[in-house]
């Protein structure tokens, strides 16, 4: 199984639009992030987790032909508002198969109504196919089995998947001991660190470091980073040597 790296910036990107941060003036590729994003394929099969405002930019670095369904984190606009630009996906293949909490499915079938429209349709506007995720029901996604696992973004429910022995979990502030027990034995486990001060919503390096020393994967990759927590480099060095700061573009073989 390979995993991309499509986008490992919090909510606003670095650089950030306006900013003189030097983060946001990095020469350093890896301090560029686009909004936080991952790309699974297997074999034939090809899946997203996530389809911020970056997507098209980030179908494109990737060279990524074929989308077989969207796994959504939550509804926040960061994770969702590239879903019109599955076009050229759904111009190929026909409807495309998006994966949700019903409330998630809810939100975006009011922000996009026009793709969700039944009656005289734009022919232009692509479809998708809603399928509801509810925890602790796996679901198959090609020929492997997708996890749900339930966590909280401050007081927002989301939802983090496993797909064999990978874990992908972003925007997390807090989860149940039930849910840590569906990540045992992971070989990589991805979760979001936002920066090194306390936020309200989001682990910061010290959660996300305490998170994953409970989880014990054999390696783990942070994403979900603001330009607030310095440059790529300068973090790493701060690492567990288990413990890895994503960038885009990066690609791992699971
Ligand atoms: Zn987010």
């Not at 496993?162 to 569906?182: G, H, M, N, P, S």
């Not at 060095?237 to 073989?253: G, T």
Request: glycine share 6%; aromatic share 12%; hydrophobic share 40%.
């Amino acid at each position: 199984m390979k995993v991309y790296f499509l986008g490992t910036g919090t909510s606003q990107g670095i650089p950030v639009i306006g900013s003189h941060h030097s983060v946001c003036k990095s020469q350093d590729l890896r301090d560029k992030r686009l909004r936080v994003s991952v790309w699974v394929s297997w074999g034939n099969h090809s899946f997203v987790i996530d389809c911020g405002p970056d997507f098209r930019q980030q179908m494109l670095a990737s060279n990524c032909q074929k989308v077989d369904g969207i796994l959504y984190t939550h509804e926040h606009s960061d994770h969702t508002a590239g879903l019109d630009d599955i076009r050229p996906f759904y111009f190929k293949q026909g409807e495309i198969p998006i994966y949700a909490h019903q409330r998630v499915i809810d939100n975006l079938r009011r922000r996009f109504d026009y793709i969700f429209e039944t009656v005289n349709k734009y022919p232009g506007a692509p479809s998708v196919v809603p399928i509801e995720v509810v925890n602790d029901l796996p679901f198959a996604i090609g020929n492997k089995k997708a996890i749900p696992i339930n966590a909280y973004h401050g007081s927002l429910q989301i939802f983090g998947y496993r797909i064999d022995d990978f874990a992908y979990l972003t925007d997390v502030k807090t989860i149940d001991q039930t849910e840590i027990d569906k990540l045992r034995g992971l070989k990589v486990l991805v979760v979001n660190a936002l920066r090194e001060e306390h936020h309200n919503t989001h682990f910061n390096l010290v959660e996300a470091l305490d998170f994953i020393a409970l989880i014990q994967p054999e390696k783990a990759y942070l994403t979900h980073i603001s330009h607030i927590f310095g440059f790529h480099e300068d973090i790493q060095k701060k690492l567990p040597k288990n413990v890895f700061v994503a960038y885009d573009n990066l690609e791992i073989n699971i």
